[in-house]
Structures are given as structure tokens and as C-alpha cells.
């Protein structure tokens, strides 16, 4: 037997209250001496005895009828086993949680979807009139107000019936929580949630124990314990051939350089793939296609090059074909390029000189923009400008993707405070150090306690002084220096992979004579080191910061310091910096499933309305919020994947901007979970698997029934009431 009310035992006290009104109200006997009473003392004593008894009946009903109610509002249950279907006594609450993830959709000729969802139809079968159900979904588990429980049944089938997969990433153990929180607010004696679902490990997160403890916990603490079943469906693994992710050799793209894109080709299935067919295109149009084979567990990288002939939005596809694959969902990855045909960057020179040569930026400037004698006509897409510290506040800075600061130093506060919404607006900020430098004023101006633009706080300048001349003067005169060199790349950089040992770029001959030794970045998530000197020092350090990046250099880029411009990689070194920090679009144009798209408009163009072409859907007009000169678009129902293209009205193809939405591909990843982790669950929190519809009936208690026996509880507290009031009458 179990209560579904056991807070109200305390009830049970007030079965002493019968008593006690007894032996408060007891008769008192007053002795008086008659002498004829001896002849009946007899009498009265079998007359006492008679009055004993029926007080002490009395006592025992009165109690039992407050003892019966005190049970009744318990709401006691009796169990017991025997075959058949559910008890109609036994109420059940039901959550029905289903898996939509797109990897349901996986399988030929019925999908685990659809399989999921007949076994989920003939669960809901077995529910009876007052058993209450929830339908749930992974995809949206947790999220918003939770939803009523539903006792019409065929609005639940319904439900079920008519749901679709979703592309949004599985969080099994979010919406798992979110059932168990659902059950704890029903009221129905028994309490279950089944899980319809392929069983894909990937999105249970079982390496999580934090989470999973939690789950245990929450488990053991209900009031009633829930009875959890994973219901598989699809026990066959699918075939799967699925583009899994795309890179481009170059951050930013312009018109007059060629770009390689790199496309990750997986076999994520139960079989070896032969002859997939990939085709790559560009704006719609197919440019080149190849097959491939690929062994169980396989990998192939795809490289297709392409060089774009017009500045704008573009946006590029790849996509495979094979006659094994049973998953279409994965077969295609869509990606937006913005094609620049122009990068203007501003320099700030601190010591800026007659002879270009002379300048702190000299070698810099000439670095971002090179000239090909050979090749008059040749040309780089960066475009440097370059002024003194005190233009800096005279400036538009927002007319420029990168401001680099050289040598700079000291920046009055309200130059800072230009900088710092430029860098958060998406703009980078590079930052090279030298002889000018006032480490004092960086700290306290660019730093700011870790709140400014300054990685890191600079302790101080390691080298010798200024007076002895340039480092590569120093070096070619043969005296003895402690030089350190460039050393390894410490973390992933996109600007950096071309100077990496595989690479074939040795740039540890480079030698460093000055260089600004930095604060331990410990604990700072924003902020990484990208690059150290031979001893281990940071070189280059990286901070994000709103949507933009800051880039320091801990050397100088010209020859005081260093002889890092007389080396081969010093140009496209520094090339590659300022590309990277330039490469963000903002607002992005490559969204994830259920992240909002946003446009931007300026100019002539803020002022016309903007249509939104997205897939599956008619065509959207687009609501405008105005902020100055700009007019910003969004659009938040990007729940399906694809290409989204926003136009002016009546705007040329040309000034279409295009947008490209992807589901997580992790979700390709077809395997599933495995023995040991059906025993983890169940020892977790007690589920249990069901590889059928036996187990899975067996399980939910098919074969189990029971009563609650509030109702007889009260029906024999009426009837006692009369008893009761029978033996009143009688004893009067």
C-alpha cells in the first residue's frame, strides 16, 4: 500500500480525540449509604459491566470513523499483480516524450519517426477515462510555460500524430528533467515517462555527471517514483552519408584572389558508402563535381577552388548524391560569403617620420599593401591609411574594418571610448608595441582591470635600451644578445595555420631583441594566447570583446625591436593578422537553426521596404526598426534550414544579401547508445530500456493493477456514523 497524500498523516492524531472527550466527560460517582442497596449490589454490578462494554464500543466506533477519514484524505492505494490490462481503478499520469530530432527522419522504408510515432499512438491506446497525458519534445523541453496535462486522449493522438521533426539540437537530459518537473504536479496514483526515441548518444551527454546527478536526486525525491522507459525504435542503424562541416582557405574573400572550399564528407552509417556524388556550386550555379568512396567511419576532405569576379553576396553549396544514403537532411551544406573588393584599414603611426622606412609602421604599411613590379596592375584588397595620434580624434574610425595602433603612446579617454564601441561593433583592433609606448598609460587607459581594450596588463619592456640602435643593427654587428625567437602557436588562430611546422613556414629564424612581457591570462575565458616566443612569453594575445577582436603584439612590427620585416613570412604574417580581425560580418549572415536573421540596411536603400524569401514559407514582408541613418530587419522563425535571401523592393539581383541557416551537424552522427549506457541510465535514474512493444508493455505495467481505496474509506465512515448513532439510542 502507498499514500498519495502522506502529509496529511499527522490526520491520524485526531483518533485520540474520541478518547479524550471520554475522560473528560466521565460519569462521577458520589457514594451515599442506603441500607437496602446490599440486596442489589449483585444487580448492579452485571448492570455495570453491561455499561463497561457498551462505552468502550462506543469509543471503538467513534474512533474508527475519524480514522477513516483521516485515511481517506491520504488517498491509500492497494497493489497487487495480475494479468491483464491497466486497472481501471489505478490512474495513471503519462508523459509522452518523443524525439524530433532530424536523425529521426533516418531510415528506408519507414522512418524511425514514423516508427516512433505508431509505437507512441499504441502507447496512448493503453491509457483509460482519468488517466491524464503530456506530449513533449526534445526540441522544446523546458522551454515556456509547461503545458497542461490533457485527459481528452484523442487530442493527444492527435498531437502526436500530426508532429514533425525538428532541426534543432537534442537535449536529452533538459527535456528529461522537464518531464520528471511536469509528473511531480500531477495527482494520479501512477506516474510514467516513456521516451520514443532512436537513441542516438549523441545530445544524451551521459559525460555530464553534474547533470545526471542532479536527475538522480530529483528522482529520488519525488513523492511518487516515476517509472521511466526508453521506448527504441529503428533497431537497425541506418546508412549515412552526410557534409559534416566547411572551412575557406582565406577569412576574407575578395574579387581578385582564388578561395578553396574545404567540405568534410563522413560516413556516419552502418555500411561502407561507394560512388557519392558531390557537387559544389555557387550562387545556384553547379561549378564542378567528384565521387567518392568511403570505408565505415570514413572521412574525406573536398577542396574546391573558385574565384569570385564581382564584389557583393554570394553564396556557395555543396551536395551529395548516393543511392545508400537514408538521410537527406545532411546531404547539403549552404554557406554565405561576403566578396569584398576593398579593405581600408587605418594606422595609427606613433612616430610617424619623413622616411617611410623611418616610420614605426613603414614596413607594416608596406606589408598590407605590397606593389608587384612585374605586374603594374596587380593589387591587394587592403587599403592602409595612415595618420598621427592627434588626427585619431578627428577621424570616422567607423569607415574602417581594422584601426591599427603602432607605436603609439597614450589615447586620450574619449579616443578610447571611440575605440572601444568600434571594437564591440565588430570592428579589430590591432595593437603593436614599441619604444613609445607608455606601459602605465595602456594599463590604466587600455586595460582598465580587464574591462578595456588591453588583453593583458603589460608589466614591463624586457630588452635593451633604445640608445644601443636597431635589433637588426645589434645582430649584424656581431654582439653577444639574448635574442628569443618565435616559438610555437599556442592555440588555434584561422590567421596562424599558415605558420604552423606542417605548413612548411619556419619563422623560429626570426629573432627578437624587445618585447613587453604580460600579466598571467589565468582564468580570463574572453581573452587567449595565440603564439609564444621561444621562452614561452606571449607574442600575440587575442581579446573578444563584444562582436569584434583585439590583437596585441607584444614585439614591434619594424626593425627596432626585431628583424621580423627582413624575413619571407612577414608580410603575409601581417596580412593574415588584419584579415582575420577584419573577417567579421555583422550582422552574421550563417545562423543556426532558431537564431534570429538580421539586416541591416543604409543609405537610399534603409528607406525602401525589404522582402524575405525563405524556404518552405510564402514570401515575408519585413518589419523595419529605424536607428539613425539605418533601418534593421529581422526576422526570428528561422526554424527550418536553408537559404534565406532579403532584397529592396524592386532592387537588382545584385543587391540581394543572402542568409543561410544550419541545423548542428552533430546530429548526423547515427550511432547509438550502448549496453553500458542503458546500465548507467538505470542506475541513475531507474530506466529502463524497452527494445519492443512486449518489454515496453511489460514495463509500464500492462500486467500490473490496484485500487485507491479513498472512496471505501469514506463509504465505511458513513456507515459506522450510523452505527454510532445506534448505540447512542440504545444506551439512552
Request: glycine share 6%; hydrophobic share 40%.
Given at each position: 500500500m502507498v499514500f498519495l497524500n502522506l502529509l496529511l498523516a499527522g490526520g491520524l492524531a485526531a483518533v485520540s480525540a474520541p478518547v479524550i472527550i471520554h475522560l473528560l466527560h466521565k460519569s462521577k460517582v458520589v457514594p451515599h449509604d442506603w441500607g437496602a442497596m446490599m440486596f442489589l449490589e449483585e444487580l448492579l454490578a452485571e448492570h455495570a459491566r453491561r455499561m463497561r462494554?457498551?462505552?468502550?464500543?462506543?469509543?471503538?466506533?467513534?474512533?474508527?470513523?475519524?480514522?477513516?477519514?483521516?485515511?481517506?484524505?491520504?488517498?491509500?492505494?492497494?497493489?497487487?499483480?495480475?494479468?491483464?490490462?491497466?486497472?481501471?481503478?489505478?490512474?495513471?499520469?503519462?508523459?509522452?516524450?518523443?524525439?524530433?530530432?532530424?536523425?529521426?527522419?533516418?531510415?528506408?522504408?519507414?522512418?524511425?519517426?514514423?516508427?516512433?510515432?505508431?509505437?507512441?499512438?499504441?502507447?496512448?491506446?493503453?491509457?483509460?477515462?482519468?488517466?491524464?497525458?503530456?506530449?513533449?519534445?526534445?526540441?522544446?523541453?523546458?522551454?515556456?510555460?509547461?503545458?497542461?496535462?490533457?485527459?481528452?486522449?484523442?487530442?493527444?493522438?492527435e498531437i502526436v500524430r500530426t508532429a514533425q521533426p525538428r532541426f534543432e539540437k537534442t537535449d536529452m537530459p533538459g527535456a528529461i528533467s522537464a518531464a520528471l518537473q511536469l509528473l511531480e504536479t500531477r495527482h494520479n496514483p501512477q506516474r510514467e515517462l516513456v521516451v520514443f526515441s532512436d537513441m542516438q548518444a549523441e545530445g544524451w551527454e551521459l559525460q555530464d555527471g553534474a547533470r545526471w546527478s542532479y536527475l538522480s536526486s530529483s528522482v529520488r525525491a519525488s513523492r511518487l517514483k516515476p517509472n521511466i522507459v526508453l521506448a527504441s525504435v529503428a533497431a537497425r542503424m541506418p546508412v549515412n552519408a552526410a557534409l559534416t562541416e566547411m572551412t575557406m582557405s582565406r577569412a576574407v574573400v575578395d574579387c581578385y584572389s582564388p578561395v578553396n572550399f574545404n567540405f568534410t564528407i563522413a560516413n556516419e552509417g552502418s555500411e561502407a558508402l561507394q560512388d557519392v556524388a558531390v557537387t559544389f556550386s555557387v550562387d545556384g550555379s553547379p561549378k564542378t563535381s567528384k565521387k567518392v568512396n568511403l570505408p565505415l567511419n570514413g572521412r574525406e576532405v573536398l577542396?574546391?577552388?573558385?574565384?569570385?569576379?564581382?564584389?557583393?553576396?554570394?553564396?556557395?553549396?555543396?551536395?551529395?548524391?548516393?543511392?545508400?544514403?537514408?538521410?537527406?537532411?545532411?546531404?547539403?551544406?549552404?554557406?554565405?560569403?561576403l566578396v569584398i573588393d576593398r579593405l581600408p584599414v587605418l594606422i595609427v603611426d606613433g612616430d610617424r617620420r619623413s622616411s617611410l622606412l623611418a616610420s614605426a609602421s613603414g614596413f607594416f604599411r608596406i606589408a598590407l599593401s605590397p606593389k608587384d613590379r612585374d605586374d603594374p596592375t596587380w593589387r591587394t584588397v587592403i587599403e592602409p591609411t595612415v595618420i598621427e595620434p592627434t588626427e585619431l580624434k578627428y577621424t570616422d574610425i567607423s569607415k574602417f574594418k581594422?584601426?591599427?595602433?603602432?607605436?603609439?603612446?597614450?589615447?586620450?579617454?574619449s579616443v578610447v571610448s571611440d575605440l572601444e564601441r568600434f571594437v564591440v561593433a565588430g570592428g579589430g583592433l590591432f595593437l603593436a608595441l614599441g619604444?613609445?609606448?607608455?606601459?602605465?598609460?595602456?594599463?590604466?587607459?587600455?586595460?582598465?582591470?580587464?574591462?578595456?581594450?588591453?588583453?593583458?596588463?603589460?608589466?614591463?619592456?624586457?630588452?635593451?635600451?633604445?640608445?644601443?640602435?636597431?635589433?637588426?643593427?645589434?645582430?649584424?654587428?656581431?654582439?653577444?644578445?639574448?635574442?628569443?625567437?618565435?616559438g610555437g602557436i599556442v592555440?588555434?588562430?584561422?590567421?596562424?595555420?599558415?605558420?604552423?611546422?606542417?605548413?612548411?613556414?619556419?619563422?623560429?629564424?626570426?629573432?627578437?631583441?624587445?618585447?613587453?612581457?604580460?600579466?598571467?591570462?589565468?582564468?580570463?575565458?574572453?581573452?587567449?594566447?595565440?603564439?609564444?616566443?621561444?621562452?614561452?612569453?606571449?607574442?600575440?594575445?587575442?581579446?573578444?570583446?563584444?562582436?569584434?577582436?583585439?590583437?596585441?603584439?607584444?614585439?614591434?612590427?619594424?626593425?627596432r625591436w626585431s628583424d621580423l620585416p627582413l624575413h619571407p613570412f612577414y608580410v603575409p604574417l601581417m596580412q593574415s593578422l588584419v584579415l582575420d580581425l577584419a573577417s567579421a560580418v555583422i550582422p552574421p549572415r550563417n545562423l543556426r537553426v532558431g537564431q534570429a536573421l538580421s539586416h541591416?540596411?543604409?543609405?537610399?536603400?534603409?528607406?525602401?521596404?525589404?522582402?524575405?524569401?525563405?524556404?518552405?514559407?510564402?514570401?515575408?514582408?519585413?518589419?523595419?526598426?529605424t536607428q539613425g541613418a539605418l533601418a534593421v530587419f529581422t526576422f526570428e522563425n528561422t526554424a527550418g534550414p536553408g537559404l534565406y535571401t532579403v532584397a529592396p523592393e524592386g532592387a537588382p539581383?545584385?543587391?540581394?544579401?543572402?542568409?543561410?541557416?544550419?541545423?548542428?551537424?552533430?546530429?548526423?552522427d547515427l550511432k547509438r547508445l550502448k549496453d553500458e549506457d542503458y546500465k548507467k541510465l538505470e542506475t541513475e535514474i531507474g530506466a529502463h530500456h524497452a527494445e519492443d512493444w512486449s518489454s515496453l508493455a511489460r514495463m509500464i505495467g500492462l500486467d500490473a493493477g490496484g485500487y485507491e481505496i479513498s472512496q471505501y474509506l469514506i463509504m465505511a465512515a458513513v456507515a459506522l456514523c450510523f452505527v454510532e448513532i445506534f448505540l447512542t439510542r440504545r444506551n439512552a
Open positions: 462494554m457498551h462505552e468502550i464500543l462506543l469509543l471503538i466506533v467513534r474512533a474508527l470513523i475519524v480514522g477513516c477519514l483521516s485515511l481517506a484524505l491520504m488517498r491509500p492505494v492497494v497493489k497487487w499483480a495480475s494479468a491483464g490490462v491497466r486497472s481501471p481503478a489505478m490512474h495513471s499520469s503519462a508523459v509522452v516524450l518523443l524525439d524530433d530530432s532530424y536523425s529521426m527522419n533516418a531510415g528506408r522504408p519507414q522512418s524511425a519517426w514514423k516508427e516512433a510515432q505508431e509505437t507512441a499512438l499504441r502507447y496512448v491506446d493503453t491509457l483509460q477515462k482519468g488517466d491524464d497525458a503530456t506530449v513533449l519534445f526534445t526540441s522544446g523541453a523546458g522551454r515556456g510555460a509547461p503545458p497542461a496535462p490533457l485527459f481528452d486522449l484523442d487530442r493527444v493522438r577542396a574546391f577552388e573558385h574565384t569570385f569576379d564581382k564584389p557583393g553576396s554570394h553564396y556557395v553549396a555543396c551536395k551529395l548524391r548516393s543511392n545508400q544514403d537514408q538521410l537527406d537532411e545532411d546531404d547539403e551544406i549552404l554557406h554565405s560569403v581594422v584601426v591599427a595602433l603602432v607605436n603609439v603612446a597614450a589615447l586620450p579617454g619604444d613609445h609606448v607608455q606601459t602605465e598609460a595602456y594599463n590604466r587607459d587600455l586595460y582598465r582591470q580587464g574591462s578595456g581594450l588591453l588583453p593583458a596588463p603589460l608589466e614591463r619592456m624586457q630588452g635593451p635600451s633604445k640608445d644601443e640602435g636597431p635589433a637588426v643593427q645589434v645582430a649584424n654587428k656581431g654582439v653577444s644578445e639574448d635574442f628569443v625567437h618565435l592555440s588555434g588562430a584561422p590567421a596562424l595555420d599558415l605558420f604552423r611546422p606542417e605548413r612548411g613556414q619556419d619563422w623560429s629564424k626570426a629573432r627578437i631583441r624587445n618585447y613587453a612581457l604580460t600579466a598571467s591570462l589565468a582564468g580570463k575565458e574572453d581573452v587567449r594566447t595565440l603564439a609564444s616566443f621561444s621562452n614561452g612569453a606571449p607574442v600575440l594575445i587575442q581579446k573578444k570583446m563584444g562582436e569584434g577582436r583585439v590583437l596585441l603584439l607584444t614585439t614591434s612590427v619594424d626593425t541591416v540596411a543604409t543609405g537610399e536603400a534603409a528607406r525602401k521596404a525589404h522582402t524575405l524569401i525563405a524556404p518552405k514559407i510564402e514570401p515575408v514582408a519585413l518589419n523595419a526598426q539581383a545584385e543587391e540581394r544579401v543572402y542568409y543561410t541557416v544550419s541545423p548542428d551537424r552533430r546530429e548526423s
